[in-house]
């Protein structure tokens, strides 16, 4: 097999056009991971302020939240026999910040204990 002198320094050619896609498929999946970590942490921030609202004590709710995902904003909500705690934090900037901030929302729902349903 000849090798052509056209064909010289066509892998320099695809490369050069592949790298920066490649580049942005690996910013993608960076990204990608760092917003299902920030779920995570979110959803464990909401499951132990439900517990805690669950047994009529929402200031703890409130310090448990903040220990498990600092700067998060909580919201209160249920009725039925039940607690609904809302956890959101705008904190996961994709791409290292050339995309907008993404609002990361959990939320867990958590029956009322009988003794913190009467006052």
């Given at each position: 097999m000849r090798s052509?002198?056209?064909?010289?320094?066509?892998?320099t050619a695809e490369l050069a056009v592949?790298?920066?896609v490649l580049v942005l498929v690996l910013g993608v999946a960076i990204s990608a991971v760092s917003?299902?970590?920030?779920?995570?942490?979110l959803q464990d921030a909401a499951r132990e302020a439900a517990r805690a609202a669950g047994r009529g004590d929402q200031v703890v709710a409130r310090r448990l939240?903040?220990?498990?995902?600092?700067?998060?904003r909580l919201t209160f909500s249920g009725g039925g026999g039940s607690t609904v705690v809302a956890v959101a934090r705008a904190r996961v900037r994709p791409l290292g910040g050339w995309l907008p901030a993404i609002t990361v929302t959990e939320q867990c729902v958590a029956a009322v204990e009988p003794k913190a349903a009467s006052p």
């Open positions: 052509d002198r056209r064909d010289r320094g066509m892998v592949c790298l920066p917003v299902v970590a920030e779920r995570v942490r939240a903040e220990e498990a995902a600092p700067g998060v």
